[in-house]
């Protein structure tokens, strides 16, 4: 028998050993089944044989090696190793979550061969007349003469539902096809002429190829950066280089692959979070195998096995998606730049907005600063002008010279997008007797009436419940929507403008499969129109027919007290400004607010989001918040308060005495409680980036022996985007 150390999902930060038969050991990388208490778990070999090995006779034996071959391979061990040692997560924890689904769960990789399909001795001999009424079975056997389809490339062109009817039929049959490296074409479509600063872009990352080098293309909205990646990628794809494109939103996915299809004819693939299980690991294969050429997708593709990877392309490199919020958080962006150091490739993180931190690299030299401040179609960026609220009579929250906008521009054919980053009918329902609110009793938020759904809703912890008849307070029945989100402006659009079309585009006007999809259609058709929506129309979408977007309201964001606020609510502008104007003359943005003189507006609108981001560099330096200084979090969450702050005030008293640590709380968290639990949070400042992840080590190694430590839900957040 023959040791070997496994990593297992388990909070539990440390490798456990097993025995394994000599003529059976796996090699590292392979995944095992063990006992583990009363249970069987899936964990990752991660060493044959350590010297330090447990009392040999105290061993169990491993139940079942699973894999051949490594499901992990080197690098990706390498950079999940560093990323557990970075973020301070279990390994055992970082390694599992890596794999898709099936994976984790024990299956067999051989039983998810691709299939191709084939037409059977009797599709062969078919008369053509007899599936003459079924129009899209009939192309199905039409396409099958001519060769046999792989399993994505039929499922491109028809439904699951008519390859199942021929199956049936016995007229086509599956076999399993081996993946195999894409083949590097011979030629490529040709893409646009380049401005000027998009070939120099082009020509700086093309020389890059094959050793690292980090670019921070900054361009502002309809640069051309998608072209810039597009021409990077064609030649990478000619040596049968892979490419990864990561993208902040599920949303985006379909409109950055078309667009990537029409470009390239080779396998394309998506990864994001509405896969199925089989369909995630089919893509994992395609990857592995090289047989995938480009692979699209949000956050987690970065855990993706690559054959050959050629590049990476991180697209809104500011947006805050690109990091996790529970558990193992980390932030894809700075782990993408680890991967393509590993990888010795070149990485591009592109934004109209990008965040501080990377400027703050960019200026710094790490990065390698592009600039496109032009628009490539040589339209000009939109104008802003601010519309102030004060003393103005609103119908239904929009100014007069705002209504005034909207109607001269719907007039001329153009469509409209209205800005209003609050979901649902109304933020709250209210009494109109005593004022009364609905709140959420888990959660120290409102509830958000949403009356489609004719729900109350906390956008914190999810709970609905059904519309109260009364007031809690006093009983009265007059209970009137307080304050406006997308569902009420929709509908009172409709009110005001009855013969214009709508399109609402929000997480619930999309939750349904295909909505998003129809929405987008909807946007691109031409003619007037009108478009509301939440952050989400803010992300990276080219509607050519916008003329106009209403900022309807974001004074809320104005007076927020985290550090952070500022830059999120520049990027937020910029990026929704930056959606008119895009198919023919300048676009307009009206920013309707109580505050006109506020200084990040005027700041946006005379200088634009360039040099706000120096000025707020700047600022953070004064401050010293990062980048200029490095940030971890300690979050403790519990049905007692107290517990919250005496675990956190435990930690605080070991670091009090470390040099070069600054310390912020304890303090409640801005959402004080959520589902129940009270929330505080410690904040962790070091210049140095090692006396923190020290200060990190000793701290851990502390507080998983204290008993207060079973009592709260902790989590630490290395670099953390969100503060509330
Ligand atoms: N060199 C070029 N010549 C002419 N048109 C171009 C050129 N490059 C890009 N375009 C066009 O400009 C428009 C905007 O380009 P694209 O969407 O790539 O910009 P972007 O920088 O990615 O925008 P955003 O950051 O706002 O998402 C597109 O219609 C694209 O076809
Ligand atoms: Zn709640």
Redesign the pocket.
Known sequence: MIVIRVALPVPLRQHFDYLVAKHLVPAVGCRVLVPFGSRQLVGIVWQVAPDNSFAINKLKTVINVIDQQPVLPPLLRNLLSFAAEYYHYPLGEVLISALPALLREGRNLADYQPLAYRLTPAGKILESSVLRRAKQQHALWQALQQSDLTESMLLQQFSRAILNQLLKKELVAAYPVPPVPFAAPDSLAKG????PN?ALAVTAINQAKGRFERFLIE?V???????VYLQCIAGLLMTQQQVLVIVPEIGLTPQTLARFQARFDLPILCWHSALTDSERLHCWQQAATGAAAIIIGTRSALFLPFMKLGLIIIDEEHDQSLKQQDGFSYHARDLAIKRAALEHCPIVLGS?TPSLESLYNADSQRFIHLDLPDR??GHKLPQFKLVDLKQQVLQFGLADISLAHIRKQLSLGQQVMLFLNRRGFAPALSCQECGWLTECHRCSAFTTYHKQSRQLICHHCGASKAIPRQCGDCGSTQLIPLGQGTEQLEQNLQTLFPDTAITRLDRDSTRRKGALHSALDDIHSPGARLIVGTQMLAK?H?FPNVSLVVIVDVDGALYSSDFRAPEQLAQLLTQVA?RAG?GGSQGTVLLQTQYPEHSLLQDIIQNGYAAFARSALLERKHTQLPPYQYLALFRAEAHDTNHCQQWLTQLADLVHNMPQLQLLGPIPSPLERRAGKYRWQLQLYSINRTVLHNALDTLLAQLLSWPLTRKVKWQLDVDPIDLS
């Open positions: 646009l002429q380049l401005t998009q361009g909205t309809g640069s051309g950066k998608t072209e109209a490539a179609t990276g080219h930056g895009r």
